[in-house]
């Protein structure tokens, strides 16, 4: 059985550290949303470490089977794995429905998952072992501060970090979100979780720097990063040279 983190680890390698998240916006494609997001796959699967199709964006068009079918078609092309955006959050028999419609419904590789109801919420996602879950960290649009920034001397994005580390206790499935929007932020992050595996978003449309979020946020090897961007590839004249632009960009900083 190969975890999600052997395959994160052999796409870092072998690859990039580049993700490439997949929110196909029905009025900025002029062909079938599945069949777009195909397409970027087939130009794009030998340069990125994951992808991470986000589920709004197919749950508001009634394309929950087209997610799955999506997902099927990169695991049977592809080795890369797929980090479904769900941020899920609840406790008890709802979390373990939650933890089964991402990982047993849509067969994802890892999810996004919300931390603000404790270990309880998050529990269920980890009983997957060859799985990933991703905890909402220190999010990368400004709003986020008013709550994972608070208060100022033991900031709520820092105790989930200083969480996922106990949390995790040595499965090696639990990981962290953090924006690339707010470096200094990110390499507080950094310090506290170790070689945690971050998924870093923010890179492309958002602004943030590249050379910046690699000198936060790299791990004690090098490596350590999910850089995800959506909307500067998916909807560039060339998806596969924007690609290949972060892509080199990428290993150039490294």
């Not at 900031?155 to 995790?168: C, F, N």
């Not at 310090?191 to 890179?203: A, E, K, W, Y």
């Not at 690699?214 to 995800?228: H, N």
Request: charged share 25%; with cysteine; glycine share 10%.
């Amino acid at each position: 059985m190969t975890t999600f983190s052997e395959k994160l680890e052999a796409g870092w390698r072998e690859r990039s550290m580049l993700c490439v998240g997949l929110d196909p916006d029905p009025e900025r494609i002029d062909r079938d949303v599945i069949d777009f997001c195909r397409g970027i796959v087939d130009e794009t699967a030998d340069l990125v470490c994951a992808y991470k199709p986000q589920i709004a964006y197919f749950a508001a068009l009634g394309l929950e089977d087209g997610l799955r079918a999506l997902i099927d078609y990169i695991h049977a092309t592809t080795d890369v794995p797929v980090l479904l955006d769900a941020k899920r959050g609840d406790i008890g028999s709802t979390a373990e429905r939650y933890a089964a419609e991402v990982f047993e419904r849509y067969g994802a590789d890892a999810a996004t998952v919300n931390p603000l109801f404790g270990f309880e919420s998050i529990e269920p996602y980890l009983k997957y072992q060859d799985r990933g879950v991703f905890l909402l960290c220190r999010n990368s649009n400004p709003g986020s501060g008013w709550l994972q920034c608070h208060p100022e001397d033991a900031p709520t994005y820092l105790r989930v970090a200083d969480a996922a580390i106990e949390w995790d206790a040595g499965r090696g499935n639990l990981m962290l979100v953090a924006g690339a929007t707010y470096p200094d932020d990110l390499v507080q992050i950094r310090t506290h979780c170790g070689d945690m595996p971050i998924l870093v978003l923010g890179v492309g449309a958002q602004g943030a720097d590249l050379s910046t979020t690699l000198e936060a946020g790299r791990d004690s090897r090098g490596l350590g990063l999910v850089v995800s961007t959506s909307r500067a590839v998916l909807y560039a004249d060339d998806p596969r040279e924007a690609a290949l632009g972060f892509r080199d960009r990428l290993l150039n900083a490294a």
